[in-house]
């Protein structure tokens, strides 16, 4: 259990700095009482009892999202002809997921409004904030369900009958952000009101108000009154056509229009409510502020953290899990490390010489090492279909090759091209025995998520070849994984391969 | 117990604790009176149902200053909230003890200096101590509420309750309809004239619609007359 604490507890936190004042907030609550089907005299009855600011916290989850989806929509003209329309949708965007971690009860803020830039580092207990509560690993799973949700939903949008679906999550950041509200409580003849106002923007985010009763009662003698006005006529035309020469179906029509307003507006306007509010209230219990309650863990899991002490297996060393898909190197021995909440695993890795020609070349000029995972792997294509024009000079990548995925922080745009050069060419590393002096970037991309970025390195290169794909079967096999460091030489903002 | 992290301040922890003078059947009592009494628009034909009861302390920072030649106590929560009324707490003379064992205690999350900036005078001493409230949930219809007493004054720092709908919704559907179907029949057997009185007829209800809607304001009359 300590061990999932401690990495609970590594969550990065940050806050947005409120820029709103008290009297500011105080102006949006009254503008607000005069907006919607409020009580009339709200503005000048309501008495704002308390009005502070506190913090919110939202677990954030950023993930660029990657798909191929392929596949074809159909529809019938009137002429009978089933037009069919094939597509190809390449997703490759950022995607943003908030969760509120404590319990905002009535008010129902589930999802944080603020958008990623401008946070600062929080320190705890240096603002009034609620306090997060439930298991950062479980926030963290959900985030990454509802990620792959998104991207499923991008990528299939537009098709109906899918022929090829694939779809990858690359985890970028996984944070507590606290965002600022102030928390107003107001009482309205006798009865008490909550509102939220952002802190940040100066918008009311939720909470409850006394309804506009006049308006209420007077919708409702609307619409029945109409509906009324419907069944008397209808009937008496139904009885007695007199001068009115309707056709019966239409009397009809009529006879249940007035029916449906009646049924309709009755309950519509009786079971509305006497406030405004937006969110419920279920969860009464959890009104309490939240504690942080680590992820509740398995049996197994509980064997596992026993009897495990995660130990550099080389040199013996304690090491302790890092938040995020990091890759770290063992203090003592330096070798690089793979630690999850249960194992430690030794990540192979090579150091890349620098060549001649770069080596003349940038003189004096020092190395940045970018870390790839290298995949040895075996692309088995066993069935593929790609309508229109397929003619392409691009070379073929399936078959027994390496693939190269960068593993530094490193902009996607840069990194790609990288990627497929490397892929495509192949290039022959000479390995550095005794290391070599430049800066060693960190590895921040796993090998879970680098496995995933091959896959989709080759089928994006695919997607990326003249004609619309539909079909592609394969079979993906990698037999054998590590990590080597390329020099890269900076100038004038760009990187040039020092192999 | 596991080790703090490093990097991670050590909890706050309360010196003592405000001793409650107020246990769950009279606070129970106290919250009934509260929803019985016609101070309030609640829905008194309603039945309420009561929840749970919970005896919570909640943190406070209890900051004595001397300001202008008179002592203050100023209370403000040490932990974050939602609650209504725990902003300006207000207490004289409360009987501080030690933390019991057995208490249900929240976590202090927040630091003293968080509320210098709105405090006046010159500090003469601060502490951390634990207020003691009971939570008590009610259920009306199918709606779940909250009412917070204060465990040793008892008194009621109210939430989010019920509220009285004051318009006979049967009334004012019936009184909307029914005539208008009856005068539409009679237009459409005699004379399309009388559409116009449909007419004039729904527009004064629209116009009296507090008149027929909202006319059950008045409070009930109590036994005693009051």
Redesign the interface.
Known sequence: ??LE??VE??VAEFYYKAKITRGVADRTLRTWFTKGIKAPDLTKCAEV??M?L??LPFWRFIAQGKAIACGYSEYTEQTGNVIRNIFEELIDEEFIWTECA?D????GIEKLWLDPGGEIPYI????????PGGSAIEASRRGREAVHDLIQNAAEKRIDILTLNKSFLIPKVFELVYAPVW?A?YQY????F?AIVDGVKGDVLGG?S?IN??A???M???S??I???????S???LI?T???QLAEMFQIILLLLGIAM?MAG?PA??EGK??VASGT??H??S???A?RVPKQLTDHEILNHGSTILQCPFCGEEVNQPWGEVISPCKKCSHLLDITADTVKVVPYDVAKPDLLSKVAMEGVKADFIPFWRFDVDFEVTDKLAGGDTTTGLPEIDGKRSYYICAADIPRYLAEPWEIDMTIRNPEIVEVITGHEGNYLPILINQNTARELTEFLYLRYETEKPGILQVLRYNFTVENSRIVYIPYYKEQGSHIPGI | MAEIPEGIPAPLQCSGVIAPQIDEARAREIVREWLESDTKPFIPDDRIRFGKAVMLYYPFWKYSREDGGTDVTVYRPACGTLLSGLQNLQRDGSETILVPDDANILPATIYSSVYYPELHGIARAEELIGIPLWLISYKVKNSIYMVEVDAESGMIYEEWHPIKEPVNWRKTAMIASIPVMILSLIAVYFSAWLFLLVAALLIFFLYQSEMLGVINLKRKEGKDGA
Not at chain 1, 124 to 131: K, L, T
Not at chain 1, 227 to 233: D, E, F, R, T, Y
């Open positions: 259990m300590g604490r401690s507890d590594q009892s308390e502070y506190l913090y404590c905002t009860g009535k008010y705890r207990g240096s603002v009034v904030s609620m306090e928390i409580h003849k006798g009865a008490s909550t409850s006394p009763l006049t209420r009662t007077r409702m003698i609307l029945l009154a509906g009324g006005i419907l069944i008397g006529s009937v008496a035309m007695h007199g001068p009115y009646c009755y306007f009786k006497t406030f209230m279920q009464i219990s009104l309490r502020p504690v």
